[in-house]
């Protein structure tokens, strides 16, 4: 069983940053693909962005291209979400899931396990 939690959600202004970070045990952690997702009020949730075991691929959703990075550190087990330039679309629950796989993969069908979320507030 693998075990991720979330932290680093708050309120901030748009235009502003904020860093989520991931913390997961119970699974060799490089080989597991992982993954950040969010979900706003009343809609989908959807893939933000993602970074395969080793760290060496990384894929965003085009909403996020350019302003957000992920990620990783094998040896401390965590993936960073490095939130710039946020806009009030970007306000939504931000999930971090791990895949049983060392690929890279945006589907949510792909992964395994899942945190409980953290809240991102972005005003206007």
């Known amino acids: 069983q693998v075990q991720l939690v979330e932290s680093g959600g708050g309120l901030v202004q748009a235009g502003g940053s904020l860093r989520l970070s991931c913390a997961a045990s119970g699974r060799t952690f490089s080989n597991s693909a992982m993954g950040w997702f969010r979900q706003a009020p009343g809609k989908e949730r959807e893939f933000v962005a993602t970074?395969?075991?080793?760290?060496?691929?990384?894929y965003y959703a085009t909403s996020v291209k350019g302003r957000f990075t992920i990620s990783r550190d094998n040896a401390k087990n965590t993936v960073t979400l490095q939130m710039n330039s946020l806009k009030p679309e970007d306000t939504a629950v931000y999930y971090c899931a791990a895949s049983s796989r060392p690929g890279w993969y945006y589907m949510s069908h792909e992964y395994n396990y899942w945190g409980q979320g953290t809240q991102v507030t972005v005003s206007s």
């Open positions: 970074i395969s075991g080793s760290g060496s691929t990384t």
